[in-house]
């Protein structure tokens, strides 16, 4: 991604109108609502693998493109180029780890693979699957806004190191209130539809390579 100019510092207190004080949850003072975390969804039933299993073993990899979205904070944007931090407003786990954790949950109920684990875990495997952040983000440029997400996924032969396929999943959903629970239910909506997306891509793609 291009250099992007952002700013990373606490909202300050804003004389702007109550939809976007309550968009950003970042009124400061003895009034101040305490801060509230979330977990990250991926909400939808998993469809099953059209073909039989293959016999490898694929580990999840975690990672960010961009640094600024590896961050408890839920990040929104009121301008083209920019990003802030929601400040009363977090993820119980980043971003980049929590959606390896689901693509690792989606891909074992579709049974596309003997196993799949995280390449943290310690499992000798035969794929690794590096998952990495690129776009995660609330775009609050129109009330009430929209989520953006994009994951690049890149496919590697862990024997050979051979780059099996690479390919970005974008996919966005709109906020249904301005505040930051809409903007979660939004990003559990856009990383599902993300993540739909990028489990038979990955079978695919390591049927292809096996054959």
């Known amino acids: 991604m291009s250099a992007r100019p952002r700013r990373a510092s606490a909202l300050r207190p804003l004389a702007a109108p109550l939809a976007l004080l309550v968009l950003a949850g970042c009124l400061g003072g003895a009034g101040a609502p305490p801060r509230q975390y979330f977990v990250l969804e991926a909400p939808g039933a998993a469809a099953s ?57 989606r891909l074992e109920a579709r049974g596309g693979f003997a196993a799949v684990a ?42 050979t190191r051979r780059l099996l396929g690479r390919r970005t999943f974008t996919a966005s959903a709109a906020v249904g209130t301005d505040d930051a629970r809409g903007a979660v239910q939004a990003f559990d909506r856009a990383t599902a539809e993300a993540l739909d997306a990028l489990a038979p891509w990955v079978e695919t793609t390591a049927a292809a390579a096996a054959r």
């Open 49 to 105: 693998a059209a073909r039989a299993p293959l016999k490898g073993t694929l580990l999840l990899s975690a990672g960010t493109l961009d640094s600024f979205y590896d961050a408890d904070s839920l990040v929104f944007s009121r301008a083209p180029g920019e990003r802030q931090y929601y400040q009363f407003a977090s993820w119980t786990e980043r971003p980049a780890r929590r959606i390896a954790q689901l693509a690792q949950v």
């Open 118 to 159: 995280s390449l943290t875990s310690g499992v000798a495997g035969d794929l690794v699957l590096n998952l990495a952040v690129a776009d995660f983000y609330h775009d609050a440029t129109a009330s009430p806004g929209t989520v953006r997400v994009a994951l690049v996924a890149e496919l590697v032969d862990i024997r």
